[in-house]
């Protein structure tokens, strides 16, 4: 397994970008609280003209969040809302859905959203909020999915795009990438290899949902 290249994560279902074309424009509005690597995935596939969407709005908690510089490179209007100037988190989300709302945002997208969904994000966007985390949910749920994969000494570990629920990492899963655990891994060098499956799903995923949900 030691020579097992980066790209050979099995991807279920087998579905690309070119299979689930998009006919109009998709309004997503990004959550992010980091260096917002997956947002930068989902805006280069835009600018390539592979996802046919736009991003009207990112929404970031962190004031330091590294994925201001992202946002920058592609344009993209940033609000920050920072949940430590709220009482609850429910009056949080209450603001973030304001905020979606007032820019046309029809499917949200958490890519790297370190908070808990409460109803009231999940009612105002019922079955149109998608989550990535990095593991083949239903296994190694929460915080520290990586370090969870290496700890249970399982031979694969991957990436899974959900919808999301009030019970954390528990909604419907629409697409999946297996990686492979080899020799050696540190968390740091498999959750690597996973975000390289992350930023090829993550895209797809987001058409594959719009296609057959909306």
């Given at each position: 397994?030691?020579?097992?290249?980066?790209?050979?994560?099995?991807?279920?279902?087998?579905v690309t970008l070119a299979d689930v074309p998009l006919s109009r424009p998709v309004q997503l509005g990004v959550l992010a609280s980091g260096s917002g690597s997956n947002y930068g995935a989902i805006a280069q596939a835009i600018a390539s003209q592979q996802l046919n969407a736009e991003i009207p709005v990112l929404i970031y908690n962190n004031p330091k969040a590294k994925v201001l510089e992202r946002a920058a490179q592609f344009g993209t209007k940033t609000q920050l809302i920072n949940h430590r100037d709220f009482t609850s988190r429910e009056a949080c989300d209450q603001a973030i859905l304001d905020c979606l709302r007032s820019h046309g945002v029809e499917w949200v997208i958490m890519a790297g959203w370190m908070r808990i969904v409460t109803e009231v994000l999940l009612r105002g966007y019922e079955s149109r909020i998608l989550n990535i985390h990095p593991s083949l949910l239903?296994?190694?749920?929460?915080?520290?999915a990586v370090e969870q994969a290496l700890d249970a000494g399982v031979k694969v570990t991957g990436c899974s795009v959900h919808f999301a629920s009030l019970e954390v990492d528990s909604g419907d899963i629409i697409m999946q990438a297996a990686v492979p655990i080899l020799p050696g891994d540190t968390p740091e060098t498999l959750h690597a290899r996973?975000?390289?499956?992350?930023?090829?799903?993550?895209?797809?995923?987001?058409?594959?949902?719009?296609?057959?949900?909306?």
């Open positions: 397994m030691g020579n097992v290249p980066l790209d050979s994560a099995l991807i279920s279902p087998p239903p296994s190694f749920k929460g915080i520290r996973i975000q390289v499956q992350e930023h090829r799903i993550f895209p797809a995923a987001i058409a594959l949902a719009v296609t057959q949900y909306s």
